[in-house]
Every structure is written in structure tokens, then in C-alpha cells.
């Protein structure tokens, strides 16, 4: 049973465009989420992350939505640039253990 | 900078062999997971530690061990390797800071057991 889900393995955008990555989840225990970025041969490097208790944080080009009720998460990214091509994980926290979705490849074209 | 690294970056193996990857953290971290990264499953957690001779079983710990016997060093066992063990180790390490805990990553090792 898939605690996080990433429903889109890949999103291709326009250069200079909104990115919109989302994330579902089921474990109402989850306190703290948080997005990671990956490139090839790389390990996964922290973005950007959000309380249970917030509805929205933003950092730079980067925003993060918490819509509690219905369990979803979101990633924008405003503008897109080339360089955000990457795959980006959604990941949820309990107890100290994250817990991550599949992941989502996003594309940039400039 | 925090850095975790991970002793091999990439590793060919045979079934039936006994398989130890190494991880090294720098930053006095209390925390260490391994986790395996395979294409449509993402990210799951193998196993973890929160200190020294500490362990905890994640979501996927068959076939595997781990050994923490120092605070810097988390050691992956595969104890009889097997072809579905093929795959990317990611090592990481975090710290409990007011509750904003993120994860640093090792940059991985590719594991191929033939």
C-alpha cells in the first residue's frame, strides 16, 4: 500500500512557464512534507518543505501547497528554467521515517 | 556543507556473494537511513538507524543487515546477494532541528548482481 503517490512520472513544460508537480497521500500521521530534486547521477538534494499546520510556503521560484483535507500536496515552480529539469520526489514524515513517492521527471524546454 | 559518501559508485556482484556498502557522514548527524531507488517505485526505506548500535527495520529490510558501530558510519550487509537486489543505494543522514528535519544524500551506489 502506497502511502505517497506521485500520479505524473513526467511533465514537459515551456521555458518561462508555471510547473505544477503534485503529490497524494493517505497517512493522516504524516507531520512534515518535503520535496527533493535528483539529477542523473546524483544523489537527492532538499528543495523545500512544509508543517502539517501550514497551508503554503514559498521559497524563491518555489512554492509548496498543503491542502490537508483532501490529502494532496503540490510543487510550483515559477519561472521554469532549463536547469529545474531534473526528477523531483514528493516525501512525507512520521515518526522520523520519510516516506517518498515515485517520482516525477519534469522537463524544461527552452 | 554536509556530505555523505558513500565509499563505491558503482559495484558488479555475483548471486551468493556477501556485499557491504558503506556510508560516511560528516556532520555528526544522529540519524542514517539506506533506502533503494528502482524506476516506478521510487524511494524506499530499507533500514535506519537513530545512533550507535541502533536499528530500526524500514518498509523493505528482507536481505538485508546493517551494522552502526560508530556515529559516522552506516554500513549496508546484503548477506547472499540475488538479482533482485539489483539497484541504486541512496545513504543519507539528517538531524532533528525544531522539528525541520531534511535529508542529505550520498550521491549512490549502482549495484549490479549478476
Known amino acids: 500500500d502506497q502511502q505517497v503517490k506521485q500520479n505524473s512520472p513526467s511533465l514537459s513544460v515551456q521555458e518561462g512557464r508555471i510547473s505544477i508537480l503534485n503529490c497524494d497521500y493517505t497517512?493522516?500521521?504524516?507531520?512534515?512534507f518535503l520535496w527533493y530534486k535528483k539529477y542523473p547521477a546524483e544523489g537527492p538534494t532538499f528543495l523545500i518543505s512544509i508543517s502539517s499546520i501550514k497551508d503554503k510556503n514559498e521559497d524563491g521560484r518555489f512554492t509548496v501547497f498543503l491542502n490537508k483535507s483532501a490529502k494532496h500536496l503540490s510543487l510550483h515552480i515559477v519561472p521554469s528554467q532549463p536547469g529545474d529539469s531534473a526528477v523531483y520526489f514528493c516525501a512525507a514524515r512520521d515518526a522520523g521515517k520519510s516516506t517518498f513517492g515515485d517520482g516525477t521527471t519534469l522537463t524544461v524546454k527552452p | 556543507d554536509v556530505k555523505v559518501t558513500q565509499s563505491s559508485r558503482y559495484l558488479v556482484k555475483r548471486t551468493g556473494e556477501k556485499v557491504f556498502l558503506e556510508c560516511v557522514q560528516d556532520m555528526d548527524h544522529e540519524n542514517m537511513f539506506w533506502y533503494r531507488q528502482d524506476p516506478g517505485l521510487g524511494l524506499r526505506l530499507i533500514y535506519f538507524?537513530?545512533?550507535?548500535?541502533?536499528?530500526e527495520k524500514g518498509d523493505i529490510p528482507e536481505g538485508y543487515s546493517v551494522s552502526r558501530e560508530k556515529k559516522e558510519r552506516f554500513s549496508l550487509i546484503l548477506e547472499s546477494a540475488s538479482t533482485n537486489q539489483t539497484s541504486m543505494y541512496l545513504c543519507a543522514s539528517s538531524s532533528f532541528t525544531g522539528g525541520r528535519e531534511k535529508l542529505f544524500f550520498g550521491s549512490g551506489t549502482q549495484l549490479s548482481v549478476l
Open positions: 497517512n493522516s500521521m504524516f507531520d512534515y
Open positions: 538507524s537513530y545512533d550507535v548500535k541502533m536499528k
